[in-house]
């Protein structure tokens, strides 16, 4: 027959658990979420910006070689 030892932690009680380290780090734990839900968000939105932006300069650059083949095909320089 062997013998097993068996470590058991100390149970705390909820008498010994310190609240202020608790709420403490509860807050700076959220702090920290809002921060990084803050920074995604801005990151996204940065992101919905260059998009449009290149949308729009897309559309320019399609508008202004649209009028410069317009021009082109009335003078009869391009064949298409």
Same mark, same amino acid.
């Given at each position: 027959?062997? /013998? @097993? +030892?068996i470590y058991?932690? !100390?149970?705390?009680? !909820?008498?010994?658990i310190d #609240?202020? #380290?608790?709420?403490? %780090? #509860?807050?700076s734990g959220n702090l920290k979420v809002e921060n990084l839900q803050r920074?995604?968000? @801005?990151?996204?939105?940065?992101l919905g910006k260059i998009t449009v932006n290149a949308i729009r300069n897309? @559309?320019?650059? /399609?508008? /202004? %070689?649209?009028?410069m083949s317009h +021009? %082109?095909?009335q003078f009869n320089l391009i064949d298409y």
């Open positions: 027959m062997t /013998s @097993q +030892i058991k932690a !100390p149970q705390q009680t !909820p008498q010994q #609240k202020s #380290k608790q709420v403490r %780090f #509860k807050k920074r995604y968000l @801005q990151a996204i939105y940065q897309t @559309q320019r650059c /399609s508008n /202004s %070689f649209q009028e +021009i %082109f095909n």
